[in-house]
Nanobody, 121 residues
């Protein structure tokens, strides 16, 4: 069983910073993509940042220049450094990993439980 554990959410004033972390545990052979999504109330879940083993990193236009995604493959961890936060960044943030549990397994998608980020104006 693979589990993703997130941490680092909270309440911050506009212009502030937060750092989210997500660590995968369990039987893991390799991790292809480590992504961050977010979902605001009444909105669809949207991708915020991606880190893939082949294509590097990519960001939603709304967070470019403010958010940075990084990964530590040895620790099966992905972090999201969020700077210059805005009230519109308020959402539940989820990490998602695309990984193989063993050499012969197909790629599977795994989600964290989500962590609340609230930015006050």
């Amino acid at each position: 069983q693979v589990q993703l554990a997130e941490s680092g959410g909270g309440l911050v004033q506009a212009g502030g910073s937060l750092r989210l972390s997500c660590t995968a545990s369990g039987l893991i052979y390799s991790i292809d993509a480590m992504d961050w999504y977010r979902q605001a109330p009444g909105q669809q879940r949207e991708v915020v940042a991606r880190s893939t083993s082949r294509a590097g990193t990519d960001y939603a236009d709304s967070v470019k220049g403010r958010f940075t995604v990084s990964r530590d493959n040895a620790k099966n961890t992905v972090t999201l450094q969020m700077n210059s936060l805005k009230p519109e960044d308020t959402a539940v943030y989820y990490c998602r990993m695309t990984l193989r549990r063993t050499y012969s397994d197909p790629l599977g998608l795994y989600w964290g439980q989500g962590t609340q980020v609230t930015v006050s104006s």
